[in-house]
């Protein structure tokens, strides 16, 4: 439990209010001065609960805090508390199988997630500019065609988990984001479907985080759709020189690239794997054009180290519970 907004509950309203209101009360006598001095829920200043709302996480607010009174149900629809839709601590129970979507989410946990999602986009009344799901939070097709349709302003999404959605629900939730600004997304094996509909709807579009492997034919198709693409971030994955050398030649308005912590291959299958423990002169010479060129190839670094044991497709599972978040493009980190 979040002790922070308590403490202001009970300041603001004493400690009697707030026990009641957690579920557990001292004796009334014990109480009796502190409830002469208590002041009723509704009397709170709008600005002040707002505040204290903003404190809780995802599970506070939607624990029924819009069901206390009126007072509260318009401070809970406060456009400031739903800038950002953080799930980030939301995670489905599952389990792997051989066949598409490679992945099993149990009943409750889904129930669960559109419990959360129907409460959260009914307070934020389309507030939301960025949403963010864990990367094992296995999203519907019907749920984030149902988010989309109630987050007609988003400009960032952070979403590394696609199993369970399809080329048709992905694209009709782009085509409902004219705003969208930034995505976070997993390596996909067909790229094109995906990028032409970020080309054709989000004209906004400048930043990519790519969370797996960036080969030749997902290099080609950024160069393709979104020339003027100007942060990408590759971190913790495996790129090939080949589709390097593609984003560095034809991504001419690019300012950022991330690379740090990747596994740097020379060719494609079927060549025999070579891991290149350095970049080359070329690269570095095309690479002096951008604002910002992060890499990091170390031996004695533990996340090249840990991308190197993974072989290039990180675990993330493995690692502490927030290394996923971590992005040394600030605009990307979460």
Known sequence: MNFIPIIFLAFFFGCSDVLRFLGGIPQAREMEDI????????????????????????????????????????????????????LSMLKSN?????????????????????????????????????????????????????????????????????????????????????????????????????????AKNC????????????????????????????????????????ALNIILDDLKELEVLNISHCVLIEQPPPSPRRVLKELDESILEKAKRLRRFIMCMSDSCIMCQRTRNDEGLIRWYKYEADFWKVDEVKSLAI
């Not at 009126?70 to 456009?79: E, V």
């Not at 007609?152 to 369970?164: F, G, I, S, T």
């Not at 797996?212 to 990408?232: D, V």
């Open 35 to 86: 409830d002469s001095h208590s002041r009723k829920w509704e009397e709170m200043d709008n600005d002040v609960l707002v505040k204290i709302l903003q404190c809780f996480d995802i599970f506070g607010l939607t624990s029924g805090i819009g069901q206390v009174c009126s007072t509260w149900r318009s401070a809970a629809c406060d456009p400031l508390i739903w800038k950002t839709l953080d």
């Open 94 to 198: 599952f389990i792997k199988t051989p066949s598409e979507p490679y992945v099993y989410v149990d009943g409750p946990s889904d129930k669960t997630l559109t419990r959360i999602l129907k409460i959260a986009l009914s307070l934020s009344h389309g507030s939301i500019t960025t949403l963010i799901f864990h990367y094992n939070l296995y999203v519907s097709d019907d749920q984030l065609t149902y988010t989309a349709e109630r987050c007609p302003r988003l400009k960032r999404l952070v979403m590394p988990a696609w199993n369970r959605i399809k080329k048709t629900g992905i694209c009709k939730a782009i085509c409902m984001w004219e705003d969208l600004e930034s995505l976070t997304m997993p390596s996909i094996s067909n790229p094109p479907y995906l990028i032409e509909e970020i």
């Open 203 to 242: 004209k906004k579009f400048t930043e990519l985080k790519i969370m797996g492997p960036c080969h030749i034919y997902f290099a080609s198709t950024l160069a393709a759709f979104l020339p003027n693409l100007k942060i990408l971030s590759i971190r913790c994955s495996m790129i090939f020189k080949d």
